[in-house]
Protein backbone atom coordinates (compact mmCIF):
# COMPACT_ATOMS: atom_id res chain seq x y z
CA UNK A 1 0.00 0.00 0.00
CA UNK A 2 1.21 3.74 -0.80
CA UNK A 3 0.50 6.71 1.31
CA UNK A 4 1.14 9.55 -0.23
CA UNK A 5 2.45 12.53 2.50
CA UNK A 6 2.26 16.00 1.11
CA UNK A 7 2.77 19.22 3.51
CA UNK A 8 3.01 22.88 3.63
CA UNK A 9 0.72 23.77 0.82
CA UNK A 10 0.40 27.32 1.75
CA UNK A 11 -2.47 27.65 -1.14
CA UNK A 12 -3.16 32.01 -1.70
CA UNK A 13 -5.57 33.68 -3.18
CA UNK A 14 -5.38 33.51 -7.26
CA UNK A 15 -2.91 35.92 -8.39
CA UNK A 16 -0.89 36.25 -4.99
CA UNK A 17 2.36 34.31 -5.27
CA UNK A 18 4.41 33.24 -1.93
CA UNK A 19 7.35 35.46 -1.19
CA UNK A 20 6.64 37.27 -4.60
CA UNK A 21 8.10 34.15 -6.67
CA UNK A 22 6.27 31.12 -5.70
CA UNK A 23 2.58 30.08 -7.04
CA UNK A 24 1.78 27.50 -4.97
CA UNK A 25 -1.62 26.64 -6.91
CA UNK A 26 1.03 25.89 -9.91
CA UNK A 27 3.11 23.87 -7.36
CA UNK A 28 0.07 22.19 -5.58
CA UNK A 29 -1.52 21.02 -8.77
CA UNK A 30 1.42 19.29 -10.20
CA UNK A 31 1.79 17.12 -6.84
CA UNK A 32 -2.01 16.32 -7.38
CA UNK A 33 -0.81 15.40 -11.36
CA UNK A 34 2.36 13.47 -10.13
CA UNK A 35 0.30 11.64 -7.60
CA UNK A 36 -2.79 10.52 -10.35
CA UNK A 37 0.34 9.00 -12.53
CA UNK A 38 1.00 6.38 -10.08
CA UNK A 39 0.14 2.35 -10.67
CA UNK A 40 -0.99 2.35 -8.21
CA UNK A 41 -2.28 4.61 -6.75
CA UNK A 42 -2.04 5.87 -3.94
CA UNK A 43 -4.43 4.10 -1.14
CA UNK A 44 -4.86 7.83 0.95
CA UNK A 45 -3.35 11.15 1.17
CA UNK A 46 -2.10 12.99 4.11
CA UNK A 47 -1.29 16.82 3.87
CA UNK A 48 0.05 17.54 7.73
CA UNK A 49 -0.50 21.29 7.67
CA UNK A 50 -0.06 24.70 6.69
CA UNK A 51 -2.29 23.78 4.06
CA UNK A 52 -3.40 27.44 2.78
CA UNK A 53 -0.84 30.23 3.68
CA UNK A 54 -3.61 32.86 6.02
CA UNK A 55 -6.26 30.65 6.88
CA UNK A 56 -8.99 32.75 4.94
CA UNK A 57 -12.06 30.71 3.63
CA UNK A 58 -11.48 31.71 0.14
CA UNK A 59 -7.38 30.02 0.26
CA UNK A 60 -9.30 26.93 1.51
CA UNK A 61 -12.90 26.76 -0.90
CA UNK A 62 -9.37 27.38 -3.57
CA UNK A 63 -7.11 24.42 -2.09
CA UNK A 64 -10.64 22.33 -1.87
CA UNK A 65 -10.96 22.69 -6.41
CA UNK A 66 -6.63 22.04 -6.23
CA UNK A 67 -7.51 18.15 -4.36
CA UNK A 68 -10.76 17.32 -6.49
CA UNK A 69 -9.17 15.36 -8.90
CA UNK A 70 -7.41 13.20 -5.89
CA UNK A 71 -10.42 9.72 -5.65
CA UNK A 72 -8.87 8.75 -2.72
CA UNK A 73 -9.54 9.57 0.84
CA UNK A 74 -7.37 12.79 1.89
CA UNK A 75 -6.59 13.51 5.69
CA UNK A 76 -5.94 17.08 6.44
CA UNK A 77 -4.16 18.71 9.68
CA UNK A 78 -3.45 22.47 10.29
CA UNK A 79 -0.56 23.83 10.66
CA UNK A 80 0.27 27.41 11.69
CA UNK A 81 -0.55 29.10 8.59
CA UNK A 82 -4.28 27.60 9.20
CA UNK A 83 -7.38 28.39 10.83
CA UNK A 84 -9.18 25.61 12.15
CA UNK A 85 -12.47 26.74 11.79
CA UNK A 86 -12.56 27.95 8.22
CA UNK A 87 -10.56 24.46 7.23
CA UNK A 88 -13.60 22.31 9.22
CA UNK A 89 -15.75 24.46 7.55
CA UNK A 90 -14.85 24.44 3.92
CA UNK A 91 -13.80 20.51 4.55
CA UNK A 92 -17.87 19.74 6.62
CA UNK A 93 -17.98 16.96 4.50
CA UNK A 94 -14.67 15.16 5.42
CA UNK A 95 -16.68 12.81 8.33
CA UNK A 96 -13.33 12.65 10.96
CA UNK A 97 -12.92 16.10 10.75
CA UNK A 98 -14.38 17.75 14.23
CA UNK A 99 -16.68 20.81 14.76
CA UNK A 100 -15.70 24.20 13.58
CA UNK A 101 -13.51 25.25 16.46
CA UNK A 102 -12.73 22.28 17.60
CA UNK A 103 -9.35 21.06 17.86
CA UNK A 104 -8.48 18.84 14.78
CA UNK A 105 -7.84 15.38 17.01
CA UNK A 106 -8.94 12.32 15.01
CA UNK A 107 -8.15 8.65 14.46
CA UNK A 108 -9.09 6.45 11.55
CA UNK A 109 -8.19 2.85 10.23
CA UNK A 110 -7.53 2.92 6.32
CA UNK A 111 -6.01 -0.75 5.30
CA UNK A 112 -5.34 -2.00 8.75
CA UNK A 113 -3.08 1.34 9.51
CA UNK A 114 -3.98 3.49 12.43
CA UNK A 115 -3.70 7.31 11.88
CA UNK A 116 -3.96 9.52 14.64
CA UNK A 117 -3.70 13.25 13.86
CA UNK A 118 -2.92 15.91 16.61
CA UNK A 119 -3.57 19.40 16.04
CA UNK A 120 -0.28 21.28 17.08
CA UNK A 121 -1.62 24.68 16.36
CA UNK A 122 -1.38 27.44 18.75
CA UNK A 123 -3.39 30.57 18.21
CA UNK A 124 -1.76 33.31 17.02
CA UNK A 125 1.63 31.52 17.38
CA UNK A 126 4.14 29.93 14.99
CA UNK A 127 5.62 27.56 17.55
CA UNK A 128 3.63 24.46 18.18
CA UNK A 129 2.08 22.60 21.11
CA UNK A 130 0.02 19.92 23.01
CA UNK A 131 -2.23 20.18 25.97
CA UNK A 132 -2.67 17.65 28.52
CA UNK A 133 -6.06 16.51 27.83
CA UNK A 134 -4.62 15.70 24.12
CA UNK A 135 -1.88 13.64 25.53
CA UNK A 136 -4.23 11.68 27.49
CA UNK A 137 -6.38 11.34 24.04
CA UNK A 138 -3.27 9.53 22.39
CA UNK A 139 -2.36 7.71 25.11
CA UNK A 140 -5.97 6.34 24.82
CA UNK A 141 -6.12 5.87 21.60
CA UNK A 142 -3.04 4.10 21.41
CA UNK A 143 -3.93 1.67 24.24
CA UNK A 144 -6.89 0.54 21.78
CA UNK A 145 -4.66 -1.07 19.06
CA UNK A 146 -1.48 -2.19 20.87
CA UNK A 147 -0.62 -4.41 17.69
CA UNK A 148 -2.13 -2.03 15.26
CA UNK A 149 0.60 -0.37 13.42
CA UNK A 150 0.12 3.49 13.72
CA UNK A 151 1.07 6.45 11.92
CA UNK A 152 1.02 10.09 14.45
CA UNK A 153 0.52 13.28 11.94
CA UNK A 154 1.14 16.25 13.50
CA UNK A 155 2.61 19.56 11.63
CA UNK A 156 5.25 20.63 14.30
CA UNK A 157 8.23 18.23 14.80
CA UNK A 158 8.89 17.47 18.02
CA UNK A 159 13.00 17.09 17.29
CA UNK A 160 16.02 19.62 16.77
CA UNK A 161 16.70 19.53 13.76
CA UNK A 162 19.96 21.71 14.35
CA UNK A 163 18.23 24.57 11.74
CA UNK A 164 17.73 27.35 14.63
CA UNK A 165 15.33 29.33 13.38
CA UNK A 166 12.59 26.18 12.57
CA UNK A 167 13.82 24.75 16.00
CA UNK A 168 13.01 28.11 17.50
CA UNK A 169 9.44 27.79 16.23
CA UNK A 170 9.10 23.42 16.61
CA UNK A 171 6.83 21.69 18.76
CA UNK A 172 7.24 23.47 22.45
CA UNK A 173 9.87 21.17 24.56
CA UNK A 174 7.44 20.37 27.29
CA UNK A 175 4.76 18.66 24.48
CA UNK A 176 7.87 17.18 23.32
CA UNK A 177 9.03 15.37 26.53
CA UNK A 178 5.75 14.16 27.63
CA UNK A 179 5.00 13.32 24.01
CA UNK A 180 8.02 11.00 23.47
CA UNK A 181 7.39 9.63 26.98
CA UNK A 182 3.52 8.33 25.40
CA UNK A 183 5.45 7.31 22.46
CA UNK A 184 8.67 5.47 23.51
CA UNK A 185 5.67 3.16 25.62
CA UNK A 186 4.12 1.76 22.38
CA UNK A 187 6.10 0.49 19.87
CA UNK A 188 3.45 -0.01 17.14
CA UNK A 189 4.13 3.90 16.42
CA UNK A 190 5.41 2.84 12.95
CA UNK A 191 6.77 6.86 12.49
CA UNK A 192 5.69 10.10 13.83
CA UNK A 193 5.05 12.73 10.59
CA UNK A 194 5.57 15.89 10.45
CA UNK A 195 5.80 18.82 8.06
CA UNK A 196 6.55 22.71 9.20
CA UNK A 197 9.75 22.76 8.50
CA UNK A 198 9.90 22.50 4.73
CA UNK A 199 12.74 20.22 4.36
CA UNK A 200 12.90 16.43 3.96
CA UNK A 201 14.07 15.28 7.68
CA UNK A 202 14.42 12.00 9.75
CA UNK A 203 15.49 10.79 12.92
CA UNK A 204 15.24 8.14 15.66
CA UNK A 205 12.92 9.39 18.32
CA UNK A 206 12.20 7.46 21.56
CA UNK A 207 11.57 4.27 19.60
CA UNK A 208 9.74 5.64 16.45
CA UNK A 209 11.20 7.28 13.61
CA UNK A 210 10.08 11.34 12.88
CA UNK A 211 9.96 11.91 9.52
CA UNK A 212 9.57 15.48 8.14
CA UNK A 213 8.02 15.96 4.46
CA UNK A 214 9.45 18.42 1.82
CA UNK A 215 6.99 21.20 1.15
CA UNK A 216 4.82 21.12 -2.06
CA UNK A 217 5.58 24.75 -2.66
CA UNK A 218 9.10 26.10 -1.44
CA UNK A 219 11.92 24.83 0.54
CA UNK A 220 13.71 26.72 3.12
CA UNK A 221 17.60 26.36 2.71
CA UNK A 222 19.41 24.27 4.88
CA UNK A 223 21.94 26.64 7.24
CA UNK A 224 22.37 25.63 10.60
CA UNK A 225 24.30 29.13 11.33
CA UNK A 226 22.89 30.42 14.49
CA UNK A 227 20.78 33.71 13.52
CA UNK A 228 20.24 32.55 10.05
CA UNK A 229 17.02 32.94 8.99
CA UNK A 230 14.04 30.86 7.13
CA UNK A 231 15.07 31.73 3.49
CA UNK A 232 13.54 29.84 0.58
CA UNK A 233 15.87 28.11 -1.92
CA UNK A 234 15.32 26.41 -5.75
CA UNK A 235 15.35 23.22 -4.06
CA UNK A 236 11.98 21.71 -6.19
CA UNK A 237 8.75 21.16 -4.34
CA UNK A 238 8.06 17.74 -3.45
CA UNK A 239 6.47 15.20 -1.60
CA UNK A 240 6.78 11.54 -0.46
CA UNK A 241 5.03 8.39 -0.53
CA UNK A 242 5.33 5.95 2.35
CA UNK A 243 5.48 2.13 1.11
CA UNK A 244 4.02 0.39 3.48
CA UNK A 245 5.40 -3.33 2.76
CA UNK A 246 3.61 -5.20 5.04
CA UNK A 247 6.36 -5.08 8.30
CA UNK A 248 7.47 -1.72 7.61
CA UNK A 249 7.31 1.64 6.44
CA UNK A 250 9.36 2.66 3.31
CA UNK A 251 9.49 6.39 2.34
CA UNK A 252 10.41 7.67 -0.75
CA UNK A 253 10.65 11.48 -1.94
CA UNK A 254 9.13 12.67 -5.32
CA UNK A 255 9.62 15.71 -6.80
CA UNK A 256 7.38 16.32 -9.82
CA UNK A 257 8.78 16.92 -12.60
FE1 LIG B 1 4.93 25.91 6.08
FE1 LIG C 1 4.34 25.64 9.63
Redesign the pocket.
Known amino acids: MLIAHIS?LHVMPPGELAYGRYDTAVTLARCVDSLLQLHPLPALVLAT??LVDRGTAGEYRRLRGLLAPLPMPVYLIP???DAREALCLEFGDHSYLPRPGAKVDYRVTENDICLIALDTVVAGE?GGALDPAQLDWLAAQLAVGPRTPTLVLM??PPITSGIRCMDG?ALDVASARRLGRIIERHPQVERIVC??THRAIQARWHGTTVSVCPSSAFQYGLDFRPHAGAIPTAEPPAYQLHYWNGAQLVTHTVTPA
Open positions: DGDGNHDHHIGH
